[in-house]
């Protein structure tokens, strides 16, 4: 007994450990209520009681924590120069148009979501062979003048590099957009 104690205090933390000890206490309960040899009579506030605790700290382990964002995680905000800017676009889609860019620091592979001049929101995708060569398309009013010496805050990831290390099609220019879009909504 004094092993296996050790070894689940070992590797279980202090909340686990509780959720252990809190269902340990209904399953005594249970057995005393059901056992012939206990006198003891069942009473719900009680067994409620002790459900109610392990479903609660069960939810609290359960729950995102606090300050944990998914994009910072995964490299955090990134910020830059435009370098270069063609004055040329690509047309995607109707009414939507890529500008050619050079960045003076590397981007993230794939696609991702930013903000040009701390305002404008955009989102780019950055070239397979070059990491600091992307394309960028304004997601909001101001249109798509963009300008060399403009700063460029990558925000986050939209994807990640295409397979082949080919350049995205219409439709995958299409979700990349609606993906970039549902991170500037603001509730």
């Not at 109610?52 to 830059?80: C, D, F, N």
């Not at 040329?88 to 050619?100: E, H, S, T």
Request: proline share 4%; net charge negative; with cysteine.
């Amino acid at each position: 007994k004094s092993v296996s104690t050790l070894w689940l205090l070992q590797v279980l933390d202090s909340v686990q450990k509780n959720i252990g000890e809190a269902l340990a206490v209904i399953v005594i309960y249970v057995t005393e209520v059901l056992h012939p040899s206990f006198e003891k009579t069942f009473e719900l506030t009680g067994f409620l009681l002790s459900i109610l605790i392990v479903m609660l700290v069960q939810t609290y382990l359960s729950a995102p924590k606090e300050g944990k964002k998914p994009e910072a995680a995964k490299g955090g905000v990134r910020m830059t120069k435009l370098v270069t800017v063609q004055d040329k676009a690509a047309p995607l889609l109707q009414g939507v148009d890529a500008k050619p860019c050079e960045t003076a620091d590397a981007l993230p592979a794939g696609a991702f979501y930013g903000l040009v001049d701390g305002a404008r929101s955009v989102v780019g995708c950055t070239d397979a062979s070059r990491a600091t060569q992307c394309q960028i398309v304004a997601l909001g009013e101001g249109g798509d003048a963009f300008a060399a010496g403009q700063a460029l805050t990558v925000l986050g990831s939209v994807r990640g590099p295409l397979a082949g290390g080919a350049g995205p099609d219409e439709k995958q220019w299409a979700k990349d957009i609606a993906v970039a879009k549902e991170h500037f909504v603001v509730a």
